[in-house]
């Protein structure tokens, strides 16, 4: 019985340790990106049980097929796991597109990199953005100008306006009988 709790905690020291060693390791990495002079402090790194939980279950799974076959030892599994968990936890998207630039260039293809999905529509709402609202002009908004083509966008006061062609425009290209709107 003795041996059977002293082992237990051997495994759950394992767990710990492996989850302490994962978010030392998460942070030197942050920090060595940042730019950030790089600071070892263990009293800094906080744990959760959420942290040690998988490390545990790994534990507790190393007995079962196929596990059995590795013949991994409890406390090393406890250990690998978490330490794989605590460096890696947020970032798994990331490893997962650096694994899969590595295997597209050894088969001799180039996957094009994306710095940010979202830059295009940063700019957009970037060139929409007004920051100082504008007064009114004198014309009236339903009325296109005759220099803008017909469906154009008229921006007056710091808003877009959608403009149709009105009776008196007729495109060249249109239908014989062909009214626009209803009209």
Do not use: C
């Not at 002293?6 to 942050?30: C, K, T, Y």
């Not at 968990?85 to 597109?97: H, M, P, T, W």
């Not at 808003?159 to 626009?180: I, K, L, N, Q």
Request: aromatic share 8%.
């Amino acid at each position: 019985m003795m041996r059977r709790i002293r082992f237990l905690l051997v495994i759950a020291l394992a767990a710990i340790a492996g989850a302490i060693v994962g978010r030392v390791a998460a942070e030197v990495r942050r920090k060595q990106e940042a730019g950030e002079p790089i600071e070892l402090s263990i009293s800094d790194v906080k744990i959760r049980v959420q942290d040690v939980v998988p490390g545990l279950v790994a534990a507790a799974r190393v007995r079962d097929t196929p596990w059995s076959w590795l013949h991994i030892p409890s406390w090393l599994a406890a250990f690998g796991v978490n330490l794989g968990v605590g460096a890696v936890g947020g970032d798994l998207s990331r490893i997962r597109e650096m694994a899969e630039r590595a295997a597209f260039g050894i088969a001799g293809f180039e996957i094009p990199r994306d710095e940010d999905d979202f830059a295009d529509a940063y700019e957009v709402v970037a060139e929409e953005a007004d920051p100082a609202p504008q007064p009114p002009t004198t014309s009236s908004s339903s009325t296109p100008s005759p220099s803008s083509p017909p469906f154009a966008a008229a921006s007056e006061g710091g808003s877009v306006t959608w403009t149709a062609p009105g009776p008196a425009e007729r495109r060249a290209d249109a239908p014989t009988g062909f009214t626009a709107f209803g009209e």
